[in-house]
């Protein structure tokens, strides 16, 4: 069938909504137009520089309907790529825009595969053409992204890394450089996120001669520091308030609109309560999956040294080599005497040079190799002639390093530095205070006896500090806790073969294996147990008149109480047993010839490895829950703090060094109007009124006139001021004539 007067050749969008919705009824005007389309192909392929719009708008057409002909168009795609292949750099930029367009439109619909279209598009990235590369590189990253969004497909990744890992030692560097942001964009995307990208991007995109590659891979392994937050994730400032959203839908008029934006606010709020309460998820940062890192710090820092780059690259270097020594506990000796060079402080961003310092430092550097730094720092930075901000900073530069590495600290020098907590400026005294506080807490014996502090219990039990000596632990340190937390005292009673018997005491917490072979210590326990029941006789009598009162108001009760009863009688018992057996103890000890202090610390000794020995089986024969965990790490604070006086405690050591934490100055800041404003109404809070003080005593009646007047406008209350001024004697003669003719006129 001829169609008449048809237009459809010349409407080409018109024709493709046709072909949709029926493809074999307009294959004939459909075929017209392919054979169009690859005459205006081989015009084309004559001169690739010219624009040709008419082929533009075909190629669209044909990749907008090319699902409905598979067959008839299965060399399409491949012409294409071709023509790009080929031609990619003399082709004119709009029509290379425009094949790139409908490549991606056939990759949509399967009629292309991803790994040949993705190759082509790496290749691209060599075009001098920024808007196609930028568009290219967003491609590429979603297509990735889709194909490994239900599973990954390992196959096709390890295809696509091999081929960008050629691209990074691509001789263009904007190829080169597009490639390792894709690298770097799917690792953040969690695509990408392996060891073989991250080594990739070590071993080659660190030391590439491209510098733009280079500082990208370097900044890569900076990243941000895991506790800076973002803060658009800030939920507490964002969170919706519900309560008055419903309240506000009570009152107001009931509309759909409305009760769509309350639907939503609960939405909203579930999530809120749903991200505060998920388990946080860690993930390991790139530094931690390098695979050799000895030999890429190493050869970072020959790289550093032989290279000629600007200040902030060299400082990129820096910070990267100590993320990598403090991290792994590397040992690259001659990294310190080459930072000491930069230990000014009119050095360029010397703050952050002091960072990397002590980022490099770790326990099992030597303190030899370490302690020139320090002294570097409180030569040039921790000396009168320097401003007391830069004086504080070296101080809080030397906490630092020694955090890390407190062997590096040497006992004459501590001690000089410590004569600064009575300084002048307050930004200089609390930096070497927490300088008294670090030492304090791990290695007290080098500071003066008077800046040691009371001794915690944990400094008792701690040994002292060693080079290169690792703390093994037999038990969970700090479950002695769970001792003291029983409730019940139990008695175990054996049989007259076995040697031990087991005691639970509920205030001392204590589990104590009485032996049977000390008979001193058994007879003693039943004399001062003998005492104790004669002794409590009136006091059960007691207990009893009160459970008898009792039991008159409830029944119930009598058995618990009665069961109460004797559990506090049977730890009395056994806790004056102890006193007894202890002063017995030490009577004996004081005829033999020993003091009671040794007595006392023998005892004490006893006791603390009774304690562990106990700790020890609880950690071996139970599994601990959260609530166990969280009373061990109570008993640790406590151990802390006990027999110290106030101070806040050490936080825990993190990979990184925050650059607040030397940078922090103690200094009163400069306020602002609204800020002292703030302040001064903050005092005012929970404060009688001030100012003036009426004398009414309801202050909701009315004010008198005289108080009324002080508040009215001056144009109302002009006479009466006028009438205040003093007169002159002939005024007073005219008032005084007027009154009294005033007064004539009346009668």
């Given at each position: ?9 010349d409407n080409?969008?018109q ?26 192909l ?6 690739p ?34 023509l790009?292949k ?11 825009n ?42 590429i ?8 969004a239900?599973h ?8 696509l ?38 080594n ?8 590439s001669?491209i ?10 392994f900076?990243?941000?520091?895991p ?10 400032d ?5 309560k ?8 107001n ?6 009760q ?19 388990v946080?998820s ?39 080599i100590s ?5 792994h ?21 010397v703050t ?5 310092a002590?980022?490099?430092s ?28 830069v ?17 590096a ?32 807490e ?8 008077k800046?040691?502090?009371?001794t ?87 207990d ?30 056994s ?41 020890q089986e ?12 969280k ?7 406590k ?17 990184y ?5 030397i ?20 005092g ?28 009215k ?7 009466k ?27």
């Open positions: 069938m001829v169609r008449h007067n048809n237009q459809l050749p080409l969008p024709l493709q909504n046709l072909i949709k919705r029926d493809p074999a009824s307009y294959k004939e005007e459909f075929m017209q137009q392919y054979n169009h389309y690859l005459s205006l081989e015009v084309f392929r004559l001169n520089g010219q624009e040709n719009k008419s082929l533009d708008e075909l190629v669209m057409f044909i990749a907008q309907v090319a699902q409905c002909y598979v067959e008839e168009l299965v060399t399409f795609p491949q012409q294409l790529v071709d790009l080929t031609q990619s750099t003399t082709l004119d930029q709009n029509m290379r425009s094949f790139c367009r409908a490549l991606i439109l056939l990759r949509n619909k399967n009629l292309i595969p991803a790994l040949d279209l993705l190759e082509l598009f790496f290749q691209l990235l060599r075009c001098p053409d920024k808007s196609l590369r930028a568009f290219l590189e967003n491609h990253i979603t297509d990735i992204k889709n194909m490994n239900k990954k497909d390992m196959k096709l990744n390890s295809t890394q091999n081929f960008m890992y050629t691209m990074l030692k691509d001789s263009n560097p904007k190829a080169a450089k597009m490639s390792i942001d894709i690298m770097i964009e799917l690792y953040k995307k969690n695509i990408w996120n392996d060891t073989k990208t991250v990739v991007i070590a071993n080659v995109g660190c030391f001669k510098t733009k590659v280079m500082v990208a891979s370097l900044k890569f900076l990243g941000t520091d506790d800076e937050k973002d803060p658009n994730d800030s939920d507490s964002n969170e919706p308030d519900l008055s959203a419903i309240l506000a839908n009570r009152v008029k009931k509309t759909k609109k409305r769509k934006q309350l639907a939503n606010i609960k939405k909203q709020v579930t999530k809120v309560k749903k991200k505060k309460t998920a946080a860690f993930n390991f940062s790139a530094v931690h999956l390098i695979h050799n890192p000895q030999g890429m710090a190493e050869n970072l820092f020959k790289q550093l040294q032989s290279q000629n780059e600007r200040f902030e690259v060299k400082l990129m270097h820096l910070d990267v993320r990598l020594i403090g991290i506990d590397l040992f690259l000796f001659s990294f310190y005497p080459y930072i000491t060079r930069f230990l000014q402080p009119h050095q360029r961003q952050r040079v002091l960072q990397f002590a980022q490099a770790h326990e099992l550097v030597p303190g030899e190799v370490i302690e020139p730094i320090l002294k570097t720092i409180a030569n040039n930075f921790i000396t009168e002639r320097n401003s007391t901000d004086m504080a900073i070296g101080l809080n530069a030397v906490r630092a390093i020694c955090s890390r590495c407190m062997l600290m040497g006992e004459d020098l501590l001690r000089d530095l410590v004569l600064y907590k009575a300084y002048k400026e307050k930004s200089v005294m609390m930096a070497a205070r927490s300088l008294i506080t670090l030492y304090r791990q290695i007290p014996a080098l500071l003066h006896k800046d040691r502090g009371r915690t219990e944990a400094q008792a039990e701690m040994a002292p500090k060693q080079y290169g000596a690792s703390v093994a632990h037999d038990n969970v340190p700090g479950a002695e806790a769970l001792l003291k937390s029983a409730k019940s005292v139990s008695v175990k009673e054996e049989d007259d073969s076995d040697s031990d018997s087991w005691v639970d005491v509920n205030e001392s917490g204590d589990e104590i294996n009485i032996s049977d072979s000390d008979s001193e210590e058994e007879s003693d326990n039943e004399e001062a147990g003998s005492d104790v029941e004669d002794e409590d006789g009136d006091d059960e009598e007691v009893d008149e009160e459970s008898d009162v009792e039991d008159e108001e409830d029944d119930e009760d009598e058995s618990e109480q009665e069961s109460e009863e004797e559990e506090e009688i049977q730890v009395d018992k806790e004056q047993a102890e006193k007894s057996s202890q002063n017995k103890k030490k009577s004996k000890a004081t005829s033999n010839g020993k003091s009671v202090e040794d007595v006392s610390n023998a005892d004490k000794s006893v006791k603390t490895l009774q304690a562990k020995e106990a700790a609880i950690a071996l024969t139970r599994i601990f829950t959260d609530d166990d965990f009373r061990i790490d109570a008993e640790n604070i151990k802390h703090v006990s027999n110290a006086r106030k101070r806040p405690l050490e936080s825990e050591q993190t990979e060094v925050k650059l607040d934490d940078e922090m100055i103690y200094k009163k800041r400069r306020t602002d109007k609204a800020s002292r404003l703030e302040t001064v109404m903050r005012r809070e929970d404060r009688e009124k001030y100012g003036y003080r009426d004398k009414r005593k309801n202050i909701h009646c009315s004010k008198t006139n005289t108080e009324k007047k002080k508040k406008n001056f144009g109302m209350m002009r006479v001021a006028r009438s205040k001024v003093k007169k002159s004697f002939k005024e007073k003669q005219q008032s005084m004539r007027k009154h009294l003719l005033k007064q004539k006129k009346m009668k």
